[in-house]
């Protein structure tokens, strides 16, 4: 079992940034992909991008790359979304997932992913 935690949600105004972070615990996290999703009301949950643990390889989707950066402190086992020139459509529940890397490997799908956080709300006024 992994035990995903997410924090840094809040309330910013458009062109500002925002970090959010995961916490992870129960497993080694060396064979798992973790990734962001997001979901806003009345919409599907959105891959928003992925990092590689082992290698810190990272992937993004079209609406968040240049603007968004996903990395991990394998220390504090925790991995970082760091999101900057935040927009009124980026404001949805932001959810960190992890998955064994032989099943996502990048996988934009949530059903990949195995593990969830609660979710951390991020709104973004305009």
């Known amino acids: 079992q992994v035990q995903l935690v997410e924090s840094g949600g809040g309330l910013v105004q458009a062109g500002a940034s925002l970090r959010l972070s995961c916490a992870a615990s129960?497993?080694?996290?060396?064979?798992?992909?973790m990734a962001w999703f997001r979901q806003a009301p009345g919409k599907e949950r959105e891959f928003v991008g992925v990092?590689?643990?082992?290698?810190?390889?990272?992937y993004y989707a079209d609406s968040v790359k240049g603007r968004f950066t996903i990395s991990r402190d394998s220390a504090k086992n925790t991995v970082y979304l760091q999101m900057n020139s935040l927009q009124p459509e980026d404001t949805a529940v932001y959810y960190c997932?992890?998955?064994?890397?032989?099943?996502?490997?990048?996988?934009?799908?949530?059903?990949?992913?195995?593990?969830w956080g609660q979710g951390t709300q991020v709104t973004v006024s305009s």
């Open positions: 997932a992890a998955g064994r890397w032989g099943v996502v490997a990048g996988s934009p799908r949530p059903n990949d992913y195995d593990y």
């Open positions: 990092i590689r643990w082992i290698s810190s390889s990272t």
């Open positions: 129960g497993r080694t996290l060396s064979s798992y992909g």
